[in-house]
């Protein structure tokens, strides 16, 4: 009997070599609790009937284009839309033999912090599902949390991969920008998208990442790792300079419940051989936020203007002319998050407000670039809380998009210096879980996995969801 | 006219003839079926990512070093946006604040001297698809029954050049045009050929009094799609311009059509709509620094210029000759053909031009030979030489040994018979139109079939029309 809540992929690809269970028996075992409890979760938008592989099957975030399977970023517009061609990192995981068990539900267009904005309905988080998984990439975190797929990816461009871990209670890997492939991802915002791992351990991250990273002649911003991924193996911190950001610590809006888990965890780690120290990250944290409602609108502006109505996805009837067209297909296509953000991209780089707007954000993300690289010349990982709050309830942030906004205010500033983060659950608040945000320099993934590895060694944390245990 | 300058900047695209498309790696070729040379990255598909072609990279570096720029160390791409059924993206990648290429000087000899072309910019980008209207007037989408795309075109790479406002007429635009087309030819990486389209030309014309400071409004003079089209079209709207000025009007700014064969000007739609595009840096690429050593590759690759040759000829030619040569690719042969200048200059300008053969092919020597002899053979033996002169292992000796007929006993009874049968035209030329002289010479040679020396039969002609 597999059982699909508890088995790591690490464990699952023992068994797989052990010839303990077969790669269809896994599969079929995933499919099984898919049945039982994706009703009430709606992680997934299309559970494959088949797939080939055999290796540990896989969920996919559904902006990660599969070829021959339909993939509609949640969003109406692209309804019945099937691609002809396999992203990079599709590719990367059926050439590890990864069978495809389907495609999660997201914020349409990964746009959103609750997978409340998909087109097709929310997702509910599995410790709770009163409440949001957290998104965008709540459907792979339900999915992974839930016992639906051992392993999946998600996406991260303000803190989908990180917060919906969070969330969860699971491991998220947001990977230096760069590291991993964008083919064949559907773009929200260029210069911030990318893939990255939702697993139930450190070492599946790390796993999965072996995986995906590397550079893709099909993507010109890629990048070789200087280091292969290892698969960690320490159990202390000892030499490691950990530095607590007092802004990303004490930020607005953070529970204290929050507050106090990550405390314990930072205390933890001192036990575990860490020297710990506070450092300052002023500009980040009051600029970060407001900077990248700039940036990412503007680019998603442009990245969703190549849905017309012309060449595929929906299309309105309409009598008009070509104007009529594309207005009545965007109109009817887009939901209200993305039909905001084009209107604030938009504005934000029209003539007369660019270099008020855009041109301004530009140069404060290079202020927070510096800023970090002041910060990790006294140490080697910052941490933080990686969401102010638990799971919050559905619906109730829904009307307040400002309140939704500040969900992402302690993963933001990292992901606009480019920089990799890894959420590990560092205990429970209110019986939710709560993650802990570890943030090193550009391509520090392995000693974000070693630190992450210890650390969830010694919160030993049950990821199974209480009520399903 | 008089009184009045007219000021004009050009537009230039040049389709870059690359195998492979800007960003992707589809065919770059023209006139394939409809749509069988696109992929999802020139469809737009979801997720997918422009990769720049090293290739043309190189050629526009190449181009603006020909055309006198500095080559930028660190140039951007940025997104260009609209909509449009040609544009799938939504957004044209473009270069906008960081071209590769800036600042400068292209020379247009004239008879009285170089005059120096500052250009602005030269710049990379991918072309728009075909769109076709069906149904309703002038090809236009606004009225058509349904509009078609061809997608083979989107996405391949252009060069825009921009020239400063520095041509003062017509025919020095043209002759601009035309050098820098058959630099683009000899540098290898455009065909630039008007009625296909791979060299494209958009005029911004204003005029100002003559000795006047600064630039008044200006229109914009939308695809001419040849040479002279060029020319006319902007004699047409500078003619315009001046008459709305002299009758006391203001020129708005406007984009203009030019109707080649009603010479009129229309226009298409006015500025003040025009789009707000929306620049900004492409963040799915990576700046173009290009490395100092391919600069250098690059500037070696390059012959001299067409206006330095033309100068360099102008010591044994006149400079209608000279700029004919260079300008239609022939000086290359005439520097090889030994032998009288002119006469070299003039048969391969235009007898040898006439025949169709192409310069590259053509055996300088024997051409040399042939055209040493040309007074002594006949003159259709002259033609059919030069008609084969093209040809793999052309050799003069087999033409060289036929001669003319310059013995005045055989060809006078057929100028007797010429002039009997013309008594009309002979009675005018006696009467002054000495021009008919022509017209006489080449009725005795169609008599001769074009055996008789013409030199000996314009002195007989002179002769006997004289008596």
């Known amino acids: 009997m597999i059982d699909t809540l508890r088995l790591t992929a690490e464990d699952a690809a023992g068994l797989l070599k052990r010839k303990e269970v077969s790669s269809e028996e896994l599969t079929r075992a995933y499919r099984a609790s898919i049945a039982e409890r994706d009703p009430e979760l709606h992680a997934y938008l299309h559970v494959t009937e088949s797939a080939d592989g055999d290796g540990v099957p896989i969920a996919l975030k559904d902006v990660i284009t599969t070829k021959g399977v339909p993939t509609t970023a949640a969003s109406r517009i692209l309804e019945g839309y099937v691609p002809v061609f396999d992203s990079t990192v599709a590719a990367c995981c059926k050439d590890a033999g990864l069978p495809l068990l389907g495609k999660t539900n997201l914020d349409e267009f990964a746009m959103g912090s609750s997978t409340e904005n998909s087109g097709f309905g929310p997702t509910r988080n599995p410790w709770d599902p009163e409440r949001v998984p957290g998104g965008s990439s709540g459907g792979s975190a339900a999915a992974v949390a839930g016992g639906l797929a051992p392993w999946a990816l998600g996406s991260d461009t303000g803190g989908s991969i990180k917060q919906p871990a969070s969330l969860c209670g699971l491991v998220g890997l947001r990977p230096t920008y760069g590291t991993v492939s964008r083919y064949g991802i559907v773009a929200f915002a260029s210069s911030l998208d990318q893939v990255g791992p939702l697993t139930k351990t450190v070492r599946d991250s790390a796993l999965l990442m072996q995986v995906i990273s590397g550079a893709d002649p099909r993507d010109s911003t890629t990048v070789e790792l200087p280091q292969p991924i290892e698969l960690p193996e320490a159990e202390d911190l000892r030499g490691l300079r950990i530095g607590i950001p007092r802004e990303l610590n004490e930020a607005e809006g953070m529970e204290p419940g929050v507050k106090q888990s990550v405390d314990a965890a930072i205390r933890l780690a001192e036990e575990l051989g860490a020297e710990v120290g506070e450092t300052r990250l002023p500009r980040s944290v009051e600029f970060g936020l407001a900077c990248y409602y700039l940036i990412a609108p503007a680019e998603a502006s442009a990245n969703l203007a190549r849905y017309d109505g012309v060449r595929f996805g929906h299309r309105a009837q309409v009598d008009g002319d070509l104007t009529e067209l594309y207005e009545r297909t965007r109109w009817e296509g887009f939901g209200d998050e993305p039909k905001r953000r084009i209107m604030l991209g938009t504005y934000a780089l029209s003539a007369g407000y660019y270099e008020a707007y855009y041109g301004q954000a530009q140069k404060v993300r290079t202020v927070i670039k510096d800023e970090f690289a002041a910060a990790f010349r006294d140490f080697d990982l910052l941490v933080s809380p990686t969401s102010p709050t638990v799971a919050f309830r559905l619906g109730e942030k829904a009307e307040n998009p400002l309140a939704m906004y500040l969900s992402d205010v302690l993963t933001i500033p990292p992901n606009m210096a480019g920089l990799p983060g890894l959420s590990i659950p560092c205990g429970l608040s209110e019986g939710l879980p709560v993650g802990l945000q570890l943030i090193g320099p550009q391509f520090s993934e392995n000693a974000l996995f070693r630190a992450g590895h210890a650390l969830e060694r010694a919160f030993a944390f049950d990821y199974v969801p209480e009520r399903l245990r | ?467």
């Open chain 2, 1 to 467: 006219m008089t009184g009045w300058e007219p000021v004009v900047g050009l537009e230039i695209h040049i389709q870059l003839k690359t195998q492979t498309k800007m960003f992707c790696r589809c065919e770059n070729v023209w006139g394939e079926g409809p749509n069988t040379r696109t992929c999802p990255v020139c469809l737009a598909h979801p997720g997918t990512l422009p990769v720049p072609n090293g290739r043309a990279i190189e050629w526009a570096v190449k181009l603006g070093l020909a055309l006198g720029c500095e080559v930028a160390e660190r140039s951007v791409f940025h997104r260009k946006n609209y909509f449009y059924p040609d544009l799938p993206k939504g957004y044209q990648i473009s270069q906008y604040d960081e071209p590769l290429c800036t600042a400068g000087r292209f020379a247009v000899p004239g008879s009285g001297g170089d005059h120096e072309i500052g250009i602005v910019r030269a710049h990379l980008e991918e072309d728009a698809a075909k769109t076709v209207h069906v149904g309703g007037k002038a090809g236009r989408i606004s009225g058509a029954a349904h509009s078609l795309v061809d997608f083979n075109r989107g996405g391949t790479p252009l060069v825009e050049i921009v020239t400063e406002p520095d041509l003062h007429s017509p025919e020095e635009a043209r002759r601009f045009l035309q050098l820098l087309r058959q630099t683009v030819v000899e540098l290898g990486i455009s065909d630039a050929e008007m009625e296909k389209g791979s060299l494209r030309c958009d005029a911004n014309v204003s005029v100002r009094r003559e000795g006047e400071e600064g630039l008044r409004t200006k229109t914009e003079l939308k695809n001419m799609n040849s040479f002279k089209f060029v020319g006319d079209g902007i004699a047409a709207e500078v003619a315009r311009q001046i008459e709305v000025y002299e009758s006391g009007g203001e020129v708005g700014q406007e984009t203009l059509h030019f109707d080649p064969a009603s010479g009129r000007i229309s226009s298409l739609r006015s500025k003040e709509e025009a789009h707000d595009y929306r620049y900004f840096p492409e963040p799915d690429l990576v700046p173009v620094e290009p490395p100092a050593a391919l600069v250098e590759r690059m500037r070696a690759e390059i012959g001299e210029l067409p206006a330095a040759r033309i100068r360099r000829l102008e010591g044994e030619l006149d400079f209608d000759l000279s700029y004919g040569l260079v300008a239609s690719g022939r000086d290359e042969l005439y520097e090889r053909v030994p032998g009288e200048r002119r006469a070299v200059a003039n048969v391969v300008m235009n007898q040898l031009a006439a025949t169709g053969a192409h310069p590259g092919r053509v055996n300088a020597e024997e051409l040399g030979k042939l055209i040493e002899a040309r007074d002594r053979i006949p003159r259709a033996t002259f033609d059919e030489a030069l008609t084969a002169a093209g040809e793999p292992g052309f050799t003069a000796e087999r033409y060289l040994a036929e001669e003319a007929v310059t013995d005045a006993s055989e060809l006078d009874p057929v100028i007797e018979r010429v002039l009997a049968a013309n008594g009309s035209q002979v009675a005018a030329y006696r009467s002054g139109k000495e021009g008919l002289l022509g017209f006489f010479v080449g009725q005795v040679m169609r008599e001769t079939q074009g055996k008789a020396n013409p030199k000996v039969v314009n002195e007989r002609l002179r002769e006997r029309l004289g008596a």
